[in-house]
């Protein structure tokens, strides 16, 4: 079968520690171009993958035949360079958040649709083996209906992760646009959705900068969440966890209780009512210091493979959006907002 040939936009850390060498292991594709404004990283990954080094994303578009890329830049260009990806009929793949407006996501999709091409956003916490493991006990019914809800992304911040440290576009407010709920807040507005199939109706804010000196982005958000269904959480996204980082999510059910990430190597556990605990080991999460296969890229692929449109849609992408700039409404007015 004739292999799937894919482009890369931006050769930062989300790149290449995911998507380059996750498209490398898979046998459906060949990698034959990389762009970055930073040639030398691009030529880098070049030379270690095959294929060739842009410093230009249009250039790359303009001289090359691919059948897909992945977006991994700033978050400011995720939306131009998606669209133009899609109006040359390419399949996109975009790192989250998927764009800075909910106009932008609009866009992007009508691009995609316009074209015939796949638009998928890389939510990986779908796609995590305890993420998995705990929709699939949810949707067994066994809990009964979900109540409250707790869920939590948190860690030292991007300067141990990019490539930049702290001098990354992260900080950058005109690149990054939103901060702490950009990068984690939006990671799990997408799970508490899929996880509870459902979606928010309302949210009240308190998003900050706590503690990263030197920048507008916010480092800290608290929110309060009203499921469509009822249920009432909370949702916190943090840059500064700067010992024993979270990736854990709580749900109080009708009968029992479900942990998820909260202890090591018991990666889901469940506590019914009439006293039964259940343990689950799946694998743990994957986190900046230890890396595991994301599942995203297989999934794009198996996509374009299969001709199956990706369950992490653009309008899936969108949905998880537009709950973090309500949360950012919420913030600036200091009022609940319905989505």
């Not at 894919?6 to 292991?25: D, L, N, Q, W």
């Not at 950009?182 to 508490?192: P, T």
């Not at 990666?267 to 743990?284: C, D, P, Q, R, S």
């Amino acid at each position: 079968m004739k292999k799937i040939k894919v482009a890369v936009f931006g050769c930062g850390a989300i790149a290449g520690r995911r998507h380059i060498p996750e498209y490398a292991a898979s046998e459906h594709v060949e990698l034959v171009a990389f762009a970055d404004p930073i040639m030398e990283r691009a030529e880098k990954m070049a030379e270690t993958y095959g294929g060739k080094g842009y410093a230009s994303y249009k250039e790359l578009l303009a001289n090359e035949e691919v059948d897909a890329v992945s977006v991994c830049t700033p978050n400011y260009l995720h939306a131009s360079m998606a669209i133009a990806a899609a109006n040359a009929g390419k399949h996109v793949l975009v790192e989250k958040p998927m764009a800075c407006s909910a106009e932008e996501g609009e866009q992007m999709i009508e691009a995609a649709r316009k074209n015939g091409v796949y638009l998928m956003v890389g939510h990986n916490q779908r796609l995590m083996p305890p993420h998995v493991k705990a929709k699939e006990i949810l949707d067994s019914g066994k809990l009964g209906r979900v109540l409250t809800f707790r869920t939590s992304f948190g860690h030292p911040g991007p300067e141990g992760w990019s490539v930049d440290g702290a001098n990354s576009w992260f900080f950058r407010k005109e690149e990054a646009i939103m901060g702490a709920m950009g990068d984690l807040g939006v990671h799990k507005s997408d799970f508490i959705r899929y996880l509870l199939n459902d979606e928010v109706s309302e949210i009240a804010s308190f998003i900050g900068t706590l503690h990263k000196e030197g920048t507008e982005v916010d480092d800290n958000a608290a929110c309060i969440l009203r499921m469509k269904s009822g249920a009432i959480g909370t949702l916190v996204a943090s840059w500064t966890q700067y010992r024993g980082g979270d990736n854990s999510t709580v749900l109080w059910c009708e009968h029992g209780v479900m942990k998820i990430g909260t202890v090591a190597g018991d990666e889901v556990i469940v506590e019914l009512t009439n006293g039964t605990v259940e343990t689950y080991k799946v694998g743990a999460m994957a986190t900046n210091e230890k890396q595991v296969p994301s599942g995203v890229i297989d999934d794009f692929v198996k996509s374009i493979v299969t001709d199956t449109p990706p369950a992490i849609s653009g309008e899936e992408g969108l949905k998880s959006l537009k709950v973090i700039l309500a949360a950012f409404e919420s913030q600036k007015t200091g009022q609940m907002v319905k989505l």
